[in-house]
């Protein structure tokens, strides 16, 4: 690993960028995804012309990557090399390159690693004056694969309480000491808030699950919740917002109107404003950014009690949690007899509905999760 390590650091030094960057961004994918939304929303808060993201996977589709280039970053895909396990001395190479841009700056930036593997691998080879920060999503592969890198980071931003209690869990069975504690902040999801929202009294009623086709989401549930509720009324309305190709067979639910992946926002919001309810029946969860964006649109929301859902979503306030998130027929059930019950009450929904607006407007705003970054990245640089 070394040779190749110094190899690339002598063709950064023999073939410079052209110009230094204040930040430097490690991200997976610019694919349609929550975790993508909120990157991209970090660099339009922090970044610049004179910033740089790098992309280190292949990406589904690129129905995001608009939102990274509005942040005015200069971007780069090294997925083609950095992404495949054939070329894995190029990927190190890569390490040696990129980490001597870095070090080689007489301005000294912050490193973004956004919950990305390359970020990881590169941390140990990165000036140890120069600040290196990381976001974590969730509780997952990530929390074990990260670990040997700790003491390269200089700052650790989670999404969700919920998920920072989860690790802090972690550090102790893995007996890392507590001073790594102290380096976790919590800086929670946010969106552009909508204007002239009004509250669901929508008809048909129409329950919509967004976000991509996981196993971790469990669709087959909503869709048998799907069959049950056009069992008994098949004025209820279901749709999918987001590709669920992978997981369920669509041409078995013809009772469920698939949209697959949409990118256009006023296409989104329209079906947002459309819906009556969000569902989820996540095994798993941090703080999904749809329940933000169904909530600010008057959507009632009804989930599994994962993450920090039930942090947000309070029974008959802010939406309805099932009463058991493992027991796969109880939440079939529970959502049948719900939904119906919902359909035939316009005054709840109206309630629930004009609660989670004014809920997204006390707690989702953009502003302050934009201010939550910049003043991050402020303290990083004067440390510097």
Known sequence: MWPLIMSGRLLALLKPLKKEYRVYYFFSFFHIGGAEKVHAQITQATGGKDCIIYFTKKSHNDLL????????????????????????????????????????????????????????????????????????????????????????????????????????????????????????????????????????????????????????????????????????????????????????????????????????ADEIDSVYQRSSLLIMTSETEGFPMVIIEAMARGNLVLSTAVGDIPRHITDNKTGFLFSDSSDGERIILEGIALIIKLAADKHTVARISENNIKYARDNFGIATFNQSYQQLFRSLNQHV
């Open 65 to 264: 990557k608009q939102l990274f280039t509005d942040s005015g970053c200069e971007i780069r895909d090294i997925s083609r090399f950095a992404g495949k396990k054939w070329l894995y001395p190029v990927n190190i190479l890569l390490r040696g390159i990129i980490s001597g841009y870095i070090n080689n700056q007489k301005q000294q930036p912050v490193v973004f690693n956004g919950q990305n593997n390359f970020g990881y691998k590169i941390s140990p080879w990165i000036a140890k004056q120069i600040p290196q920060v990381e976001l974590i999503h969730s509780l997952n592969t990530f929390s074990f694969i990260r670990i040997p890198f700790l003491p390269f980071y200089r700052q650790t931003v989670m999404i969700s309480q919920k998920r920072i209690d989860d690790h802090l869990e972690l550090y102790r069975s893995k007996s890392i000491p507590a001073s790594f504690d102290g380096k976790i902040r919590y800086i929670g999801n946010a969106i552009e808030l909508p204007d002239n929202v009004k509250p669901a009294s929508r008809l048909p009623f129409t329950v919509l699950y967004a976000g991509r086709g996981g196993e971790e989401k469990r669709l087959g549930l909503i869709a048998e919740i799907a069959r049950g509720v056009h069992a008994v009324n098949k004025d209820i309305r279901f749709e999918m917002m987001g590709d669920v190709s992978g997981i369920l067979e669509q041409h078995r639910f013809p009772f469920i109107h698939f949209y697959g992946n949409l990118s256009d």
